[in-house]
């Protein structure tokens, strides 16, 4: 009797370390929340799926499990499909997420838009997204080529207006397929231009922003217009693909960012991130190592007045991302960190 008792007590003490296990693990995620101008909240941590498409699957499940609740996608990483299989297989409430998806510049023709985002959502598995976006302000060729080329191997481009493919992601809004819309790698002035010739301002606005590219005049503006910014390439150089930023320091290596966070007990790259979140950003790093996943969540702290004002000193208007040769357009002609 005593050893049956004894066997019953070891196995409810190990199913409520399993749920405090869980528990704390949901517990990690980011508890800081910003408001869209639709009223929705967004976590201000978010999971970026660029890259690595393959390891994708395991990688949100493991965000998932970390605490992750706002996972960014885009038809053209080819992620969907594993985002919406991880998301499945976890069993969360799909209410309890935040999912981001992107427009891709094949499909700016107005008639291709809704189709887009169909298809999508198809590869998620899901009936809307939270977020849809125009991923670029330039337009491709229409058709299905994601990269229409020229017999000389140059991009072909089209005289879609964003203005009008804007107009079109508008009309997605009664539908309830995307609950808000907005816009990547826009120019001021291009933002300026839908601001004038919409009617929707933008709920979000996704750039590449870090300590080293600040942006803050650009950033300010655009709190002032209600426009959310979410950081792309929160680490900077830290990816290998920018070959801009292979010839220097990592960002995450910045003695200033260090320093901040050696007296919070933190990372340079927890600190990169607390910085955006302090500004009233959402953040969006990416990892495939379950380790750095789970790293990145406590990225969400307080950093002291002082702390920012040290972060503020190491901007070097250094901008990694700029596509503008190989897309067959010049972006971010009057933003900071723009290179002739």
Known sequence: M???TARLSASATSRISQVSSHIQKRN????????????????????????????????????????????????????EPMVGAAIKKSGIDRSKLF???????NKHKPEDVEGALDQSLKDLGMDYVDLFLMHWPSAF??????????????????SISYVDTWKAMEKLLPSGKARAIGVSNFSKKELETLLKECSVVPAAHQI??????QQKDFCDWQREKGIHVQHYSPFGNQNEIYSSGKNMGKLM?????????KK???????VALAWGIARGHSVLPKSKTPSR??????????????????????????????????????FYEDLEGKKN
């Open 99 to 105: 999912i981001t998806t992107k427009l891709w510049n």
């Open 141 to 158: 060729k229409p058709g299905d080529n994601k990269f229409p080329k020229d017999k000389d191997g140059k991009t072909e481009t089209s």
């Open 208 to 213: 590449e922003c870090h300590p080293w590219l």
């Open 293 to 330: 996943i789970s790293q990145n969540l406590e990225g969400d702290f307080k950093l002291t007045a002082e702390d920012m004002e040290k972060i503020e000193g190491v901007d070097k208007k250094l901008r990694f991302n700029d596509p503008s040769e190989s897309f067959g357009y010049r």
């Open 253 to 261: 290596d910045d003695p200033i960012l260090v320093e901040i966070g």
């Open 264 to 270: 919070h007990n933190k990372t340079g790259g927890q």
């Open 2 to 4: 005593y050893s049956r």
């Open 28 to 79: 990690m995620a980011s508890v800081t929340t910003h408001t869209l101008n639709t009223g929705a909240k967004i976590p201000a941590i978010g999971f970026g799926t660029w890259q690595d498409k393959d390891d994708q699957e395991k990688a949100v499940t493991e965000a998932l499990k970390a605490g992750y609740l706002h996972i960014d996608t885009a038809a053209i990483y080819g992620t």
